[in-house]
């Protein structure tokens, strides 16, 4: 069973710093392209980041352009999203899903709460 | 960016009718090279992950019910169930990945009528 764990979340002051992971079982990960989306509410599904196989191309949505950072061990089995200067527009559940662009499977999602 | 607009935001149809929820795309998302939409549909349901249910506009994902349907080209895409079940309450969504950012619908939350 294709299964996508993420954790890492939690409340943040705004200005700091958090760093997700998503842990892929049930799959070969390593030749899997993979992304994050948030959920935002009142604004609903947006997309975030997303990271070739080997983990050394990667795209991001311009409002976490220089902030957040994807990366992925094959080795594993995991993939990260590193995000400093949080901001309390930055709150949101944080999704890790499957796939170049179609997404196939996605986790539960973790809750990230930046607030003072 | 592209921007995807859901149409109605709530739905609400008794069991065993049809269920339609509209999608619209600012951008054509009909790649000519390939013949094909770049246009996904999702179903989240309480407490569950988001499951794809239609990609490439009309391709059904396997395992899906094929009450579970899909239609449509450019800028204009419907989903369609043909007899709701009490299991298909959920909130559904439109995302197209014809360009990035990928960009998602709103979201139309279906309830029993």
């Known amino acids: 069973e294709v299964q996508l764990v993420e954790s890492g979340g939690g409340l943040v002051q705004p200005g700091g710093s958090l760093r997700l992971s998503c842990a892929a079982s049930g799959f070969n990960f390593g030749i899997y392209w993979m992304q994050w989306v948030r959920h935002i509410p009142g604004k609903g599904l947006v997309w975030v980041s997303r990271i070739n196989i080997e983990g050394n191309s990667t795209n991001y949505a311009d409002s976490v352009k220089g902030r957040f950072t994807i990366s992925r061990d094959n080795t594993k089995n995991t993939l990260f999203l590193q995000m400093t200067s949080l901001g309390v527009e930055d709150t949101a559940v944080y999704y890790c899903?499957?796939?170049?662009?179609?997404?196939?499977?996605w986790g539960q999602g973790t809750l990230v709460t930046v607030s003072s | 960016d592209i921007v995807m607009t859901q149409s109605p935001d709530f739905l609400a149809v008794s069991l065993g009718e049809r269920a339609t929820i509209n999608c619209k795309s600012s951008q054509n998302i009909l790649y000519s090279s390939n013949n094909k939409n770049y246009l996904g549909w999702y179903q989240q349901k309480p407490g569950q992950p988001l499951r794809l249910l239609i990609y490439w506009a009309t391709t059904r994902e396997s395992g899906v019910p094929d009450r579970f349907s899909a239609s449509g080209s450019g800028t204009d895409f419907t989903l369609t169930i043909s007899s709701l079940q009490a299991e298909d309450v959920a909130v559904y969504y439109c995302h197209q990945y014809y360009s990035l950012p990928y960009t998602f619908g709103q979201g139309t939350k279906l309830e029993i009528k």
């Open positions: 899903a499957r796939g170049r662009q179609v997404l196939h499977a």
